[in-house]
């Protein structure tokens, strides 16, 4: 029998506000501990929430570039539970009416096909605290930082709309893509900056009812994702297959040592959070106007910017969606083309070859680079204009690189402008002749090939300053000549 | 110079006539705090060096002609669950016993811009879970009346009684506050909610309670208002200024004048019960006619949810008690049990050891009114019960201009008398509907009942605290000063 | 509504702490009494009516994303029951229970 796995996601982002959510403490990553904290993220008593504005925004912005309904009304509520990275012993969360409901996204699954994982909400929240666990045994003990803690986070719901593990990942990375763009978040899942849990079940293929779902807490890497998804599917497949399915829901933790999930507890037995409205905190009311605010100052999304990419551009989907899926890259892409009056496609081989080669090299992004649109248009007039050949222009690119030096500086110093004069070239050409009676031979026998390694010679000759077009034809014209 | 029986303004001329200092007021307030806090234990900590140090800034100031307040240089008493930078905030919990916080609750910053001098912190039940201060971890407050009989829940109202401080600052989450000050023959005012910042208050019942001040006379408890009122930015719940029912804060019409026409409703409810000693009810009546024997008007009312009130009211209450008090747990500040192997331990043992009876009640009820099977029925119920509280008021103060009730049901209780938690609420019966409504409620002392004082309480609608401080003034007058036999001495 | 005594020890062990017999029992009379009494909310005339969850007509009291000075890390501190190098010391977290 064939089974269906189905999936959804509950996926935890930071966004990178410049201060914490319900405090005015930095939110960094990397501090010294629990030198980002005041009373107010210590939950020492008295201390009350104030909201942070930005995250509001950053909230509001991700529901937007999500497709979802912004609520009119929403409201925080306090999520209760003991845990020491939690200081006041409650989240301040948002239950029954978050801020930002329904939505979607769009994803090519592995098999081509587009499709649809729709959202169920996206509420806004606080972080907690960091906890290192020290020594083993009974002398183990814990440590606790709370830089971390009121930092602000989205916490994003998706439908059991995903089919496979590597359907999760997919959508995980166009999200992910996505809040980037946007710019509310660096998601950096090594930071913890973008984590997710899943639930997952297993059903006989064509079934309209949903196996009994599991829920894996803390993936906190793609590959995990991919593995611990991939390891449940199968072992929930197996338990179907060998006509046990599983008796209850679970909450399973990911072993990436060993490479299995593991049991942690029964779903029946989760905790009642004992959800309430936080008093301290009054309700949010999002005007319709607030909201177009917002969406005026929403970037192109990458999708929009694509499809732009080949209608105006005439690009392929591939070449479309290599430019268009980081917002750097597509920024810097767009500058050069409006500062460079060529082929759009020569842009887009510069900044999708060479570009994308040295920033991958040197781990770096467009804006790290010291590399300016202005420097590549500039080159590439250079070698419309003959002042340069194609081939050192690489050169003269890789020195833009790491100098960001402008190139025609780089060309001056280190003499590398193209030999376009004709008298000289002339005589070196006849030389080359006279040293290679062969291929000279060859050529006038009808091998044409022939005059490609003379060609070459020439080049060489000149460490490839000499413009290889002017130097085909003299050549040609020298053979000609030739009794 | 006898101060401590002075007013404000007396102790702020002698002052600017320099015929007293700063630092002789604040000494000869610690001197009583010495001579008589063994016996009332109206304070859990005296804060004397940072008191002394306050004082001389103050003469300083003085002293060069700076710009002085109507507080500069005067000792307040400063509730004990109020955070003091630097001076150790108990709550009256011993799971807070050496806990010094690193900042000023807002009230707190307000008093020291205006040169008061905060002389220390006093004592009340644990977190202010209770009505007589018989649950503090550091033992009960005496009545400066009768010393064998309960204050009421609130330390600073015994410390203004004893003259202890001239003023003194506090909270009311139920009545604990007014009923103290009903108690101890002094005046109390629980504000309209937001007017005061709670910023730094920790917290027991936050929709519920306010921060207020407490002093031998309305005008003083006006002039110490007005320092405490004021939005804040800490606080999202305080209202901004020039919001409805924001107060102008300015009562310059504290004047006893008597004012024309005025309508007191009286709530049947709050009359009708067998529980209501006829003594209490006789005086309070007796305050109403001395307010309207002008040309004023007595208005019948109904407030038919006044029952069900007191129930929201339990309920609520506990159930933000229960997460309020979820934070404390050993791990960052305050008390910690030493026996504790893991952190599950930690928990359960500090929070057994560290919290007292009535915490403990109120969390375990507020545990279950918030579980998933009681939220609908008790939560929710409580608060749409609330809502028809809100709109029997609003409805009542469109037929009369305050609402005057009893304070409290009888005569302070013995101390350490026995009573079922449920009767120990039912001390609140009149007072918890201003802490559900978010409504202005002053009490003023109207008469005495075999020597010990009675009040009357005064609501208005949130905004109206001149015409509070206005009709409390004109009791006052005519019922005159109350001085306890600490006072007298 | 009676609270038996086994629920009250449930409740405690919800909330972190523990009750000795005798205080399990006294609980669960005295807040059975509690519950008689305000389980009155349940026939409030109540039908129709909005809980009154935020009593002031205040919506979206926000603040600027601007960074205020945190405490200096000795303060941060200070008051902690067991401290080592920075952070705050507790005893072994078990396995999510
Ligand atoms: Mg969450
Ligand atoms: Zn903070």
């Known amino acids: 029998m064939n089974y269906e796995t189905v999936i959804g996601l509950e996926v935890h982002v930071e966004l990178k506000t410049e201060a914490k959510v319900f405090c005015g403490c930095a939110a960094r990553f990397g501090a010294e501990p629990n030198t980002h904290v005041c009373p107010g993220c210590l939950g020492m008593p008295g201390v009350l929430p104030v909201l942070n504005k930005k995250a509001v925004e950053f909230c509001i912005k991700a529901g937007l570039a999500l497709q979802c309904r912004i609520a009119p009304f929403s409201m925080f509520d306090r999520k209760q539970y003991f845990y020491p990275d939690l200081p006041q012993a409650y989240q301040i969360s948002q239950g029954d009416l978050p801020l930002c409901t329904g939505g979607g996204l769009k994803i090519v699954t592995p098999g081509g096909e587009e499709k649809i994982i729709r959202l169920n909400r996206i509420h806004l929240e606080e972080e907690a605290g960091r906890t290192y666990h020290s020594g083993a045994g009974a002398t183990g003990y814990s440590l606790l930082d709370f830089n971390r803690s009121g930092l602000p986070l989205i916490e994003i719901v998706t439908e059991p709309d995903l089919r496979s593990p590597a359907e999760a990942k997919i959508f995980l990375e166009k999200l992910q893509e996505i809040l980037r763009y946007i710019e509310v978040s660096d998601c950096k899942m090594e930071e913890g900056s973008f984590r997710c849990d899943a639930n997952i079940s297993v059903r006989p293929a064509g079934s309209q009812e949903f196996g009994r779902r599991m829920e894996i807490k803390n993936l906190n890497s793609f590959k995990a994702i991919q593995s611990a998804l991939t390891y449940e599917a199968n072992r929930l497949g197996s338990l179907l297959a060998a006509g046990t399915p599983p008796e209850q829901e679970e909450s399973r933790g990911w072993d990436e040592t060993r490479g299995m999930t593991f049991f942690m507890r029964p779903k029946e037995k989760a905790t009642d959070y004992r959800y309430f409205p936080d008093p301290d905190l009054p309700p949010l009311v999002i005007a319709e106007e607030w909201v177009e605010e917002i969406r005026a100052g929403l970037p192109e999304l990458p999708e929009e910017k694509k499809a732009r990419y080949m209608e105006e551009y005439g690009l392929s989907a591939q070449d479309a969606d290599l430019l268009g899926s980081s917002r750097e890259t597509a920024e810097f892409f767009e500058a050069t083309l409006r500062l460079y009056s060529g082929e759009v496609k020569t842009v887009a081989n510069w900044v999708m070859g060479e570009f994308a080669r040295l920033l991958n090299l040197e781990k770096l992004t467009p804006i790290q680079s010291k590399l300016e649109p202005e420097a590549l248009a500039a080159m590439l007039q250079m070698i419309d204009a003959g002042e340069i050949s194609g081939k050192i222009a690489k050169t003269v690119f890789e020195e833009m690189f790491y100098s960001g030096k402008p190139p025609r500086e780089i060309v001056a110093e280190k003499g590398l402008a193209q030999i376009s004069d004709e008298s000289q070239l002339v005589v070196l050409v006849r030389e080359i002749l006279a040293q290679h009676p062969g291929p000279v031979a060859d050529y006038r026998a009808g091998k044409t090939k022939a005059l490609g390694f003379l060609v070459g010679q020439v080049m060489k000759e000149t460490k490839g300053q000499a413009n290889p077009g002017l130097v085909n034809k003299l050549l040609r014209e020298e053979l000609e000549k030739l009794p | 110079m006898e101060l401590s029986t002075l007013s404000l303004k007396e102790l702020g001329n002698a002052l600017r006539k320099k015929a007293v200092s700063a630092r002789e007021i604040t000494g000869a307030f610690l001197e009583r705090i010495k001579r008589f806090n063994p016996d009332l234990n109206a304070f859990v900590t005296v804060a004397e060096e940072q008191a002394l140090a306050a004082a001389n800034e103050a003469d300083l100031r003085l002293a060069r002609g700076e710009r002085v307040t109507p507080l500069t240089g005067i000792p307040v008493a400063v509730a004990d669950t109020i955070c003091t930078k630097g001076i150790k905030t108990t709550c009256a919990s011993r799971i807070l016993e050496n806990f010094i916080p690193p900042y000023d609750a807002t009230v707190v910053s307000r008093l020291q811009e205006a040169g008061a001098v905060v002389i220390g912190k006093t004592n009340s039940d644990e977190f202010g879970a209770g009505t007589t201060t018989g649950y503090s971890a550091f033992g009960p407050v005496c009545n400066p009346w009768d010393k064998n009989r309960e204050p009421g829940g609130d330390g600073g109202a015994v410390a203004v009684a004893a003259g202890l401080a001239p003023l003194a600052i506090s909270f009311d989450t139920g009545g604990n506050l007014r009923r103290a000050a009903a108690f101890c023959g002094v005046a109390g005012l629980k504000p309209a909610y937001g007017s005061v910042s709670r910023f730094g208050l920790a917290a027991l019942a936050p929709s519920l309670e306010q921060i207020g001040p407490l002093a031998r006379q309305v005008e003083d408890l006006a002039l110490l208002y007005q320092v405490l009122a004021g939005p804040d930015p800490l606080d999202a719940t305080s209202l901004p200024a020039g919001a409805p029912g924001r107060s102008g804060q300015e009562f310059t019409g504290t004047a006893a004048t008597g004012r024309p026409g005025l309508r007191i409703g009286l709530p049947r409810e709050y009359f009708a019960g067998e529980e209501l000693q006829a003594e209490v009810k006789d005086l309070v009546l007796a305050a109403t006619g001395i307010l309207t024997e002008k040309d004023g008007e007595q208005v019948d009312l109904s407030l038919p949810s006044t029952g069900y009130a007191l129930a929201a009211h339990i309920l609520l209450a506990a159930a933000e008690a229960s997460s309020s008090l979820a934070r404390y747990d050993g791990v960052r500040y305050g008390y910690r049990s030493p026996e504790a192997a893991d952190i599950d331990l930690l928990y359960k043992k500090t929070r057994t050891e560290g919290f007292g009876r009535e915490a403990k009640r109120r969390i375990l009820l507020g545990t279950l009114v918030l579980s998933a099977e009681c939220y609908g029925d008790y939560y929710l119920n409580a608060q749409k019960v609330r809502t028809l509280v809100i709109r029997e008021f609003t409805e009542a103060f469109t037929k009369c201009d305050l609402i005057l009730t009893p304070v409290t049901r009888e005569l302070p209780g013995r101390a350490g008398e026995e009573k079922s938690p449920l009767r120990q609420y039912q001390d609140e019966s009149y007072t918890v509907a201003a802490n559900l409504a978010g409504l202005s409620g002053l009490s003023v002392p109207c008469g005495l009942v075999d020597g010990l004082p009675v009040g009357v309480q005064l609501l208005a609608p949130a905004g109206r605290e001149d015409l509070l401080f206005q009709v409390a003034r004109t009791l006052e007058k005519a019922v005159g000063r109350f001085s306890s036999p600490f006072l007298r001495g | ?97």
């Not at chain 3, 000795?74 to 952070?87: Q, S």
């Open chain 3, 1 to 97: 509504m009676k609270l038996e005594k086994e629920e009250v020890k449930r409740l405690a062990e919800l909330a972190r702490f523990e009750l000795s017999e005798e205080e399990a029992a006294e609980f669960s009379h005295q807040l059975s009494e509690v519950l008689a009494y305000t389980g009155q909310v349940r026939e409030a005339p109540v039908e129709g009516e909005k809980p009154a969850i935020h009593l002031l007509s205040l919506t979206n009291v926000l603040r600027d994303d601007e960074v205020k000075p945190s405490l200096p890390r000795e303060e941060a501190l200070a008051n902690a029951p067991h401290r080592e190098e920075g952070f705050f010391r507790v005893p072994k977290i078990l396995e999510e229970s």
